[in-house]
């Protein structure tokens, strides 16, 4: 996708949809050491292996038996925290304000992917962001789509939707995370304010 076309999906996400979840387990976790930086970079995230690594489970969610959540990978831009995890495929509904339609998992779905966006020092979510995941194999784009605003009572607000990856492998992860779009306080009024692009690779192995 280019960049003018994926800046324009960028901006409808931001004006609209919300996606409502009931998945996981909530994980709180404190940092601290804000960065008030300027300017958007591209930067690293820290990968992890998607087999033989237990990050705690998460509930039955309307019958579907839990895998393990994986933590992918985790990036700071000028003091947000970026989280990237991945839990058992789940259903869920995506409204408009006015209707809803339901996304269902198939049996080729891999997992659900959570990106969360905090501030790095006080733990509160993020909202308002946009979320654009790209996952490669060998160079080639497998998974190229939007991660939706969620809302779940066990996890809380985060950027999530089902991925299908093509079988096991090595794979690349790419955030784009555009600026959130509202009002703000004064302490973020220096921050956020280009699009930016975290990395990170993984290793997948389907659960047996």
């Not at 931001?14 to 601290?32: E, N, P, R, W």
């Not at 985790?74 to 058992?88: E, F």
Request: with cysteine; charged share 15%.
């Amino acid at each position: 996708m280019g960049k003018l076309r994926r800046g324009a999906a960028l901006a409808v996400l931001a004006a609209g949809s919300l996606a409502l979840a009931g998945c996981g387990s909530a994980h709180k976790s404190t940092t601290s050491g804000m960065s008030m930086g300027s300017g958007a970079k591209k930067s690293g995230m820290t990968g992890g292996s998607m087999a033989g690594m237990n990050m705690g489970s998460s509930p039955t969610v309307a019958g579907i038996k839990p895998i393990p959540t994986q933590n992918l990978g985790t990036g700071n831009w000028q003091g947000m925290k970026i989280t990237a995890q991945a839990m058992t495929p789940i259903p869920f509904i995506v409204s408009d304000g006015t209707s809803e339609h339901e996304v269902k998992p198939t049996k080729k779905t891999s997992f659900h992917l959570m990106v969360r966006l905090a501030d790095a020092q006080t733990n509160e979510p993020l909202p308002y962001a946009t979320v654009w995941t790209t996952i490669s194999k060998n160079g080639k784009v497998v998974y190229d789509e939007r991660q939706w605003p969620m809302l779940s009572r066990y996890i809380g607000p985060h950027y999530g939707n089902d991925v299908t990856l093509p079988g096991a492998g090595h794979y690349t992860l790419s955030l784009l995370v555009s600026p959130p779009v509202s009002a703000r306080h004064v302490e973020y009024q220096h921050v956020w304010l280009k699009p930016h692009r975290v990395n990170m690779s993984f290793t997948w192995r389907p659960p047996s």
